[in-house]
């Protein structure tokens, strides 16, 4: 287990990542979450994991009034979404080559949709996805359904190591991951774990609609996870 010293170093040090990256306006972050609802989210059922990566330009992610149509315009999104309802997955299935989605797997063994986006490190979705990134980038990872502690933080499905190598790669553009909804058989205990290890990773941020799209950065300067991050009480 590491120290309190270590952690403590490990937090400094990832703050200092932020501050260099600069501040994402949550604003803009909502807006374009709820562009990806209302046009990329799967249709063949309720409520349809899925994950996706986009590669915009930094402004997209810290000024509200930039339209993320510019860069994934609304025929090329509901491309994206027909290609998830057909069960594939989309690696810069796009003309600007921009996006990379999928699926969860259906066959066993089943493989989570964060994990298809982010494995095999070094020859990745994701890694095809960097190699057009630079320092006025903005990189969004976004997952419909947290990923779950079981199977994306203590299985063979783990997505840490994918995540630290998206950032090892991508120093100097600014990096996001989101999530919507908490997955339900996740524990408020279990979450802060979670939530913790991958804001040492990553920056993170939770966004969800009660008619509207609101979002927040999961941890705090004094690493303290806000509860809008983790579910509610029972």
Request: net charge positive; with cysteine.
């Amino acid at each position: 287990m590491a120290s309190p010293k270590g952690l403590i170093i490990v937090c400094l040090l990832h703050l200092c990542i932020q501050s260099i990256q600069g501040n994402v306006n949550t604003a803009a972050l909502a807006k374009m979450i709820q562009y990806f609802d209302d046009n990329v989210q799967p249709n063949t059922k309720p409520d349809a994991q899925y994950a996706i990566a986009i590669r915009v330009l930094r402004a997209q992610c810290t000024n509200e009034s930039f339209d993320i149509e510019t860069e994934f315009s609304r025929g090329n999104a509901t491309n994206v979404r027909d290609v998830l309802n057909r069960g594939e997955m989309c690696v810069l299935c796009t003309p600007s080559e921009n996006v990379i989605a999928a699926r969860p797997t259906r066959k066993r063994p089943k493989e989570h949709a964060e994990h298809r986006l982010l494995y095999p490190v070094g020859n990745s979705p994701m890694d095809k996805l960097l190699k057009k990134a630079d320092k006025d980038s903005c990189v969004v990872f976004y997952t419909y359904n947290s990923p779950c502690v079981k199977q994306c933080i203590q299985s063979t499905d783990n997505i840490l190591p994918g995540l630290s190598n998206w950032i090892n790669e991508q120093k100097e553009a600014m990096n996001v991951f989101v999530f919507e909804k908490i997955y339900e058989k996740d524990s408020k205990k279990d979450m802060e774990i979670y939530i913790r290890k991958i804001y040492a990773k990553v920056p993170l941020y939770r966004c969800t609609s009660n008619n509207t799209m609101e979002c927040k950065n999961c941890v705090d300067q004094n690493s303290k996870v806000d509860s809008f991050c983790l579910p509610e009480k029972k």
